[in-house]
Every structure is written in C-alpha cells, then in structure tokens.
C-alpha cells in the first residue's frame, strides 16, 4: 500500500470482510417527485466487501441477474470507485453480491447495490465518511444505472426512514420522523424502463397543478412528522407524475381503488415503477390491501411478486 | 327577531357588543405560493362587533381609509352577510371599523377586516362555528378586496401561527408548529394591485423549477415542525414567483441580500408585495435587519414603514 503515508486512517488487513443488508427504498412517496423516499424493511440484497491489495474493485455476483462485473459499468463498483478516490491509502475492494431485490422493479434495487457497498466499506475503515459522503458516493453508482445522479432511493437507503432531498445540488438531506407505517407492495411483472417513465413527463406543469402538488407536499411532511395518519392519507395525491406515469402500469386506477376500499391510507407509483405501493396504519390492514392487490392482478392474469412489510428506520444494516 | 325559533341558540341582547384585534399576516412565506402564511403580532385592526335588530350589516368606518359602507362591497360586510345566511336566528350585525392596516401594503389588510368581524361575531353568538367555518365566510370578504377567494392570509389570521392551506376545495387547514421567529416587515410607499402581481405570473412552469420549489417547501414545513432554524434558512428560496415578482419592488435584490447580511434567515415578498418580510432567530438580529431595511430605502430615497414584531400563536384576540 504505497501511499498509506498519505492519509491518517489505521493500515486494515485485508482478510476482514463485512456483510450488510441493503434495503429496498420507495421513491417520491406520491406527491414528493423526486424529493421523498423511505426504506423497506424487507426486501434486501446482501453485500459481502472486504478490503483488497489488488487495485480497483472485483466483483463476484452471487446471483442469477448476471450484472456485468466491469467495476466501472456495475453499480456497485462505480460507488466503491468513487469511495476509493478519497481513500489514498486503500488500493481496492472486493465485493461479493446476493441481490434479490430485482433490478427493473421499482423498488430501488440499483440504490441498494450502491449503497450497501458504501456502508459496507465504510465500517472497514472505521466510519471516517458522513452519510452525506456515502450518499455522494453512491450516486456514482446510479448515475451507471440511469444516466441521472439522483438521491431519492439512496438517501432512504442509506439514512434509514423517511427522507427528503430538500436540494440535489448542493446536496441537502433532511431525515423525516414518521410514525410506524405497514408497507404493501405489488409488483407486476412488466417492464417500465426509468428512462421510458422520465421520457413520458412534460417539461412543462400549469402553475395551478404545482400549487396543489406543493400543498399535498407540506401537508404530507406535516402529517408524517406531526404522526397524523389522516392527513398523511389526505395528501396522498399526485396531480403531476401519476395521471401521465400510471397508463404505463395495467390496472393501475383499479389497485389504487380497491387498496383505499381494504382501508390503506393511500399511495400510488413506487419509484417509476411498475411497483405499486399503499400504507397503511396496522398490519392487518397492510395483509387486506395485499389481497386486494391479488384480486385485481388475478382477474387481469398478469403475474406479480408483493411484499407487505414497515418502514426500515435504520437503512442498510451489518448482518 | 321573527326567526329565532328556527336555531336552537340563545337570544342575544342586541346590546353586547365585542372588541377584537384582528392581525396583519405574511401570506406565501417565499416558497409557499398561495398555501402558507403566517400571523403578526403587530400591526393590527381594531373591530367592534354589535347584534343588531336591523337587517343586514351597517358599516361604520372610524378611520381614514374611506373604505366603502355598503356592505356587500366591504370586506368586512361581505364575510358578515355570509355567516348572517347561516344564522336564522340573527337579523343583523353593526360593525365599527378601526383599521391601523394599511389596504394595498402586502400584510394581509382585507384579510384582518375579513377575519376580525366573524371572530368577534362568533364569540357573541357562543362560538357556534368551528375556526374552519370562521375561514370559510371570511374568505368571501377576501374576494369583495381581490376577486378571488383565498385563505392564505385568512386562515393565519384566524388560527394563529403558521398555517398551510393543503387544499382550498375542499377547504383543509393545518396548523403548522413552529419555533419562536421574529419578523422584520418593510412597506415601500409604492402600490402594487394584487391583481396585477397575478397577471404576471407565468400560468406554466418548468417542472424542473417546479421539483426545485416542493423541496424548498418540504425542507421549510419540516424546518419549522422540527424547530430547525438553520433549515428554515436554508428552505426560504423561491425560483418561480419571487424572480417574476420582485422587478415591482424597487430595492428588493438589495434589501435581501442586505438583510441577509445583518443575521436574517431568510425572506421575501410578503403575500403579492410590496411589503418584504425577514425572519430572525432574535430579535436583536431583527432589529438589525430593519436597520439594514432603512439603509438601503434611505439611499434610494424612497418612503418607506417598518415593523419589527414577532408571529403572533392565537390569531385574532378579544381586546
């Protein structure tokens, strides 16, 4: 390691490994296009980094999904190497990855493969970044997979919770306290590609549709840090995003009418889809919107995959 | 009183009268265009409310404004006539207006003639309508004064506080907790309509902007809830009204980034200007920033009022 000299941190052996969850995360919340996110507690990939004498960042996909392992074009290893240009006395890393959070569904798989690893990396080397420097990282790793630097999966990820990305650039996280939320997800089994769903957007909103959209987002952040569950349901609404993203999802409106029917508080498109998200206050609630979504995909045939779990406070864990 | 037995409420002698202080407001809070504002401590109308045996409302202004006395043109006397159609116990209501607002100066002047009288009205008859009703029939006064019915200054008016108008049909308030703020307030002796500071606002906006503005107020409702004072600061920045509106103010660049300068956390255009509004964590920083305020309209010469007060939590108070 010839240029440990340069940097304070403790030499780490490069036999020590750690292995974390890295969790899925719901984009925008609703009414919150590109600012809200929060994280899942199920499910999550499993991330195995350990320090390496060898430059640069090995990849080894423990899984089915066949990423390329070029550090450079895989997400996880763009984040690691950006990491490793601000650690002068580290040469490389090495990265087992289990993912199975499936990449295309929504749910932040590309997030949890950057900032997992970041996380991971920075245990080893004894916590010397801040989130928001992980968070910074690992945004390399989803600009790989979108082409946009972006944060809303990351931050949750990464932070734990509800979080907002009050600014992007400078980058300006806010933690969101919330109170206990049940989770239900549905995933049908279609393609929306995040470039498609950004493409289908105007460029342009009416002021009005703003105004109404900004209104929901107070009142969603007033309702989830006063724990007011009416009024986090009540601002639930997206007049921007959802009317022009949802005719890319079968059977949206009739999942969105018959989770709200089985007593969700609301939801709508998870990330940009096609999983589709509804909270609820209690958990037996959370199972009856579960059924409900099994109802309207049953009758249309179209196969899903759904997850019915809370709100991770935490982000990604040491396992 | 032919139609008192048609409502279950008391009679009221026709000679108890109330006195009230109805306040100025701060109405948009720089990014919260047409859904939050907040109340003031100073200045404030002073309104005396009778029951009366004679039909309608009669308007007796005990100012200079030269406000008009017919009451379905008077702000005051149209929020009365619209609480009298749902009060068929009560033939009519004698109003004594003292107004210390100034009309046309940016703080919320129709809104305290509107918010005072029905607070005061309801206050004799029992307080037999909720605070949401109170908004409702005061809103009819706002749009006598504007042409368009708005509760961004009613609303804090009557509630008090911070206060987010999350949906106007149907009507939904929340009372936004915040942290103790002291307020510099500027009026320029120049007029601006509010109708045309509307006309030129843009109807569309980018949504890039637009995403920029819901962070902003995400980050200032949560600022405010959580008591954060340096994320408040941070969330007080509006990329679409204020650019477009702030070319009526002579001096506006100046006085904020001036008062920026003397500690001020952040403001803006108070409702549709011309007034500007700062906030400060105390007041000594208040009082520099008003002096900051005088500098730059001394080297302008321009005419000019301040107030340096603080917000007000109770909204309209019985004297």
Known sequence: MTNSANHSAAYIPSSQSITVLSPATVANMVCGFDILGFALNEPNDELTVSISDQP?????????FDL???????????????MLEE??????????????????????????????????ANHLMGNRFSKEDLVRFAMFGEKVASGVKHADNIAPAIYGGVTLIRSIFPLDIVAIDAPPLHVTIVHPQIEVRTADARQILKQNVLLRDAIKQWGNIAGLVAGLIQHDYQLIGRSLEDVIIEPV?????????????????AGALGGGISGSGPSIFMLSETAETALAVESAMQSVYNKIGLDYHTHVTTINTTGVKIK
Chains 1, 2 share one sequence.
Do not use: H, M, W, Y
């Open 245 to 261: 993203r949802s005719i890319l999802i079968p059977g949206f409106n009739d999942i969105k009418s018959s989770c709200k029917e």
């Open 56 to 64: 640069g960042v090995e990849i080894i996909n423990q899984d089915d």
């Open 87 to 120: 650690c002068p006395d580290i040469k490389g890393f090495r990265l087992l990855s289990n993912k199975q959070i499936k990449p295309g569904s929504g749910i932040g798989s590309s997030a949890a493969s950057a900032a997992g690893p970041v996380v991971a």
């Open 68 to 82: 390329p392992t070029d550090a450079e074009k895989n997400v996880s290893g763009a984040a690691l190497l950006a």
